[in-house]
């Protein structure tokens, strides 16, 4: 008798939410969160760009900013594949202006460098770093990322580079990231939990995980022809997408 009424109660939840195989459930995917508020949030910033294109070379076609903004479009695309809410520090047409950023600290009790955040044309890394710190107080973000392109006097140096702060109360997240996306890629990388003082200003503000990526040297011409390969972007965005989204779902307690 027990056994016939777990049956029926099977039966009816498949009449009531749908039993799986079909493309629709597939194709949904559940991602715990890190915060409490039932959604997973990721903000991704294009390294440079408004009055600082960033590196170029020879062998690399447009500037810095002209590459990264591109991935982080696709990086986008692939996380909101994934399951994943994006939201982007620019779009690459248009930052946050002085008087925003200073009225979304205003709002959320930021204390900021009034000498750092400055009309001059250029989205720095300080006002970066502020910018997403001021978001954070109104929407919990689960993971930041922002994503450069190298460069260096030596042509033959050629890899990927990983860099965090290593006072991120999320550096086990951060660790083990860094790890799988080591070994799923095709040169030697280099990854480091920086210093306080040494981290780059974007990944050290916020208590949410935040990483810098250096997707290669524009200076190395192999790796160059590489940056300006759409599929290579696009599968390299995929890794990222998804080593990302695996790195929350190991790590839902670490909120």
């Given at each position: 008798m027990k056994k016939a009424f777990i049956v029926l109660l099977a039966l009816l939840a498949c009449l009531l939410w749908g039993c799986g195989g079909s493309e629709e459930?597939?194709?949904e995917l559940s991602i715990p969160p890190l915060s409490t508020d039932g959604r997973t949030v990721i903000v991704l910033d294009a390294g440079h760009g408004f009055g600082d294109p960033g590196c170029s070379s020879e062998y690399m076609v447009g500037t810095e900013a002209d590459v990264t903004i591109d991935m982080v479009m696709l990086l986008k695309n692939a996380l909101i594949e994934r399951g994943a809410e994006v939201v982007l520090t620019h779009d690459g047409e248009k930052y946050p202006s002085e008087q925003e950023i200073i009225n979304l600290c205003a709002e959320n009790g930021i204390d900021y460098r009034e000498d750092l955040v400055t009309e001059d044309g250029v989205f720095s890394a300080y006002e970066?770093?502020?910018?997403?710190l001021a978001l954070s107080k109104d929407t919990e973000i689960d993971f930041f990322v922002s994503v450069h392109v190298n460069s260096f006097t030596d042509p033959s140096v050629d890899r990927y580079e990983l860099y965090y702060c290593n006072k991120n109360p999320h550096t086990a997240l951060l660790s083990g990231l860094c790890e799988t996306l080591s070994a799923r890629l095709d040169n030697a990388t280099k990854t480091a939990a920086l210093d306080y003082k040494d981290a780059y200003i974007v990944t050290k503000?916020?208590?949410y995980p935040s990483l810098l990526v250096e997707t290669g040297y524009a200076s190395n011409e192999q790796a160059a022809q590489k940056l300006?390969?759409?599929k290579w972007r696009e599968e390299f965005c995929n890794i990222l997408a998804e080593e990302i989204i695996n790195a929350i779902?190991?790590?839902p307690q670490e909120a």
């Open positions: 459930s597939e194709a970066r770093g502020i910018y997403v503000y916020g208590s300006n390969s759409p779902l190991k790590s």
